[in-house]
């Protein structure tokens, strides 16, 4: 089944935030930002910016009434910078003005004057410096030093993994509404309603129920709207509120692309041990991450890679620390995967230089110690149900991995201008917010009396068709065709204190609560359908519209059995509300059980390298992926191939760069690069692997969203393998990007 929105998106008549009418009246909002990267004694003269026709206010901190704050997780993040500034992008002021063209006048007005501060870009220097965001923490299994004496090769190294931009096709924006009584409407373009919705409450100093939030879809939001759409909403609801009137921004490319967080850089170094027949016997890795001027997200962040890093391996005896660094750079954030991809990263280049060093195929070490069932993960839980044994073994089967290695072995005794790779990444990925007590969610079930049916949930659609599949949970439950569901608006006012959508989590948390809203339903309608019938409950079922006795089509619809119900006064409307079970995680002693499920994958990439050019294409990435008991198969799918693109990128072309200023470089779509269709591998296949899926999955059908980013970084190793198979002397250094002049560089390296 199709994403039920897809007719719509192709037809351009999908509604996302800036195709909403505007009303008559509205104001536009600009940010002004900081055009430095560090600053003491900040004093701006806004005056002739104030003097110019159509410019109505210029809001700084000054104009906030509640509180100028909006960390969620650690409070030090201001919405308008005070008197000093800590990145070259940071939010000042918001001038507003008749049109967005008055107010991109005005800025040009503004004069900055600050004493200027040496910016920290790198965050191997503010480690050295002891900035950090929080202390940092280590997760630790066994004991190293058994570690050790069990171990016949010790190998140490370093890995290196860059930044992401998140090029949602749609910018981030807010639209604010001023309502009677001292409350507001608020359309924004958030992975988080509740998360606007409380920090808007924070910096007005409202309560939360004068403030409406609304989200109707996202064009894209890959993590970058998990916390940093708040801002902006926030900024549009200030001006609103104060001036009431309604106050609408949306972003520019290229001031999102300088004013929004990305994903993290990593460096990490490393001791790993193996024992003379190939198992790992210890993991000492300590991760530095560059988390920017203030925390966002960043100790989430940190959590999920302390959590995946063993990636998809069992390792006996571990030590695992992630220093989150404090740096003038914009704060980052969440994006697919969540720290993971970095953990993944660094755990596969210590298998490859392991390999390396030892002499043996790495493919032999990786598939050695693959986690199975009983082993204990570094962070306290037992590995059951695992599928990565399994999903290996099915790759062989299904893609020959052993052919493909003696192919690109073939091709490489036979060619000297062009040289092939390949690798295998295999998958093991937490379903869960770490955050155990983020893991709940709402449906509001409403049946009409003709039969339609309206849902709302707490999940935002953002392209990964989280609405399709809510609908097919109460097609499912109720047994009535898809296309008399309609899935409302995310609203605040209609379901109350929402986890972001995020975590690849929106499914499952959301399709549960709307699964148990719909059985209760469902019970009621069935006690009228007994009566109506004059048959015991046991024996009735809803299938095709109609209800059925035992084997049965009767003459009773699903719209008259509604309406029956309605004359009869039963209660049509029902709300569900699902907790994960059996997760929790003790932060004292760092252990506890915090995922509900895990998931598994295996992918095999072949790169080919333009042995004088540098350039490569990746050839084709064959996959079998754990979708436990895909409830779409189609949508899926799709997930599995965007986020393994995404991923591609994320290791090959896409490089975030600073100054020694802290400007970005990579600023727009001329300097920074990123995957188009000539990019695309020229062959992906996705196979699923036959499994039981999980009961905490929606209907068995495992979350899908972050997991197969990893697979990307296949495409890293494989160019790698083929450089090697090109320059003997080739030494990788395991830092990602893989851009075309690191493999030219890498390619004639002495
Ligand atoms: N797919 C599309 N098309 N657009 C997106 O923004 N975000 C990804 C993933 N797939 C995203 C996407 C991320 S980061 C997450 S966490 C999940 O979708 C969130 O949705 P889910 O929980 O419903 O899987
Ligand atoms: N957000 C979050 C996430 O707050 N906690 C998580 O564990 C998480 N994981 C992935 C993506 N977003
Ligand atoms: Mo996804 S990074 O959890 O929004």
């Not at 195709?19 to 002004?32: A, R, S």
């Not at 480690?127 to 066994?142: C, D, H, N, Q, V």
């Not at 569901?485 to 989590?505: D, Q």
């Not at 200023?661 to 591998?681: A, E």
Request: glycine share 8%; proline share 4%; with cysteine.
């Amino acid at each position: 089944m199709k994403n039920t929105d897809s007719k719509s998106h192709l037809q351009g008549k999908s509604i996302y935030l800036d195709d909403i009418p505007e009303l008559q009246g509205t104001l536009h909002g600009l940010v002004y930002d900081s055009p430095v990267a560090h600053a003491k004694n900040v004093n701006i003269d806004y005056s002739e910016a104030e003097k110019l026709a159509g410019v109505i206010k210029i809001f700084t901190y000054k104009d906030i009434p509640g509180e100028n704050q909006i960390g969620a997780i650690i409070q030090d993040e201001p919405l308008f910078a005070e008197d000093e500034v800590h990145f070259m992008g940071q939010p000042i002021a918001f001038i507003v003005a008749e049109t967005e063209r008055i107010a991109r006048e005005a800025k040009k007005l503004i004069k900055f004057n600050a004493e200027e501060l040496p910016a920290i870009t790198d965050a191997k220097v503010a480690k050295e410096k002891g900035s950090f965001i929080a202390p940092p923490r280590t997760f630790k299994l066994g004991n190293l030093e058994d570690g050790k004496k069990k171990s016949k090769y010790i190998i140490k190294g370093t890995t290196e993994s860059g930044g992401q931009e998140h090029l949602y096709l749609e910018t981030q924006g807010s639209y604010a509404i001023p309502k009677e009584n001292q409350s507001l409407t608020l359309y924004s373009s958030t992975q988080g309603a509740t998360a606007v919705q409380s920090i808007t409450s924070k910096i007005l100093n409202i309560p939360m129920n004068k403030i409406e939030v609304d989200v109707n879809r996202l064009g894209g939001g890959f993590g970058g709207k998990e916390d940093q759409a708040t801002p902006w909403a926030v900024m549009v609801s200030l001006a609103a509120f104060v001036l009431q009137k309604p106050v609408k921004m949306i972003l520019a490319r290229h001031d999102d692309m300088r004013m929004t967080g990305k994903r993290h850089p990593y460096t990490a170094e490393y001791t790993i041990g193996l024992s003379e027949d190939l198992k790992i016997q210890f993991y000492d890795i300590e991760f530095t991450q560059d988390a920017g001027a203030s925390a966002d997200l960043s100790p989430a962040i940190t959590e999920r890679t302390l959590f995946h890093a063993t990636g998809s391996y069992f390792i006996p005896n571990t030590e695992i620390t992630v220093y989150s660094c404090r740096t003038n750079t914009i704060p980052n954030t969440a994006f697919r995967g969540f720290g993971g991809p970095q953990a993944f990263f660094a755990i596969e280049a210590a298998l490859q230089k392991a390999a390396d060093e030892i002499g043996v195929p790495v493919r032999e070490i990786q598939f050695k110690n693959l986690i199975k069932d009983n082993d204990e993960f570094p962070y306290g839980q037992i590995a059951t149900e695992t599928e990565a044994i399994h999903s290996w073994e099915t790759t062989d089967k299904l893609f020959s991995i052993e052919k493909q290695y003696k192919e690109v072995e073939k091709f490489n005794s036979e060619n000297t201008k062009f040289k092939k790779g390949i690798n295998i990444t295999p998958l093991c990925f937490g379903i869960s917010f770490t955050n155990t007590m983020m893991n709940h969610a709402r449906a509001l079930v409403h049946i009409y009396q003709d039969g339609s049916v309206g849902i709302s949930t707490g999940a935002i659609e953002m392209g990964q068709g989280v609405n399709t599949k809510m609908k097919q949970v109460a097609a499912y439950v109720f047994g009535i065709s898809i296309d008399k569901i309609k899935l409302e608006t995310t609203n605040t006012t209609r379901v109350a204190n929402t986890s972001p959508t995020a975590a690849s989590s929106g499914a499952d948390l959301n399709g549960k609560a709307t699964e148990i809203a719909c059985n209760d339903l469902l019970i009621r309608l069935k006690d009228v359908a007994s009566k109506e019938l004059d048959a015991e409950v046991k024996d009735i079922y809803i299938k095709d519209n109609f209800v059925w006795v035992k084997e049965n089509k009767t003459d009773l619809s699903w719209d008259k059995l509604v309406q029956i119900a309605f004359m009869q006064r039963v209660k049509l409307s029902e709300k569900g509300h699902y907790s994960t079970p059996d997760i929790y995680f003790d932060k004292t002693k760092e252990k506890g059980h915090p995922f509900a499920y895990h998931v598994y994958g295996t992918a095999v990439t072949v790169a080919k390298v333009d042995t004088m050019r540098g350039t490569y294409d990746i050839e084709s990435v064959d996959i079998v992926h754990d979708f436990g008991k895909s409830m779409n198969l189609f949508l899926d799918k799709g997930q599995i191939e965007g986020a393994l693109i995404q991923g591609i990128g994320w290791v090959t072309m896409e490089e975030i760069r600073f100054d020694e200023n802290g400007r970005l470089l990579s600023n727009s779509l001329s300097s920074y690069k990123v995957p188009d269709i000539n990019s695309v591998p020229k062959s992906v296949k996705v196979e699923a692997l036959e499994s039981e899926g999980h009961k905490h999955a929606i209907l068995k059908s495992k979350a899908v969203g972050e997991p197969p980013f990893i697979y990307g970084q296949g495409a890293y190793f494989a160019i790698a393998d083929a450089i090697k198979a090109f320059n003997k002397n080739y030494k990788c250094d395991f830092s990602a990007p893989m851009t075309h002049e690191k493999v030219l560089m890498g390619l004639y390296q002495k």
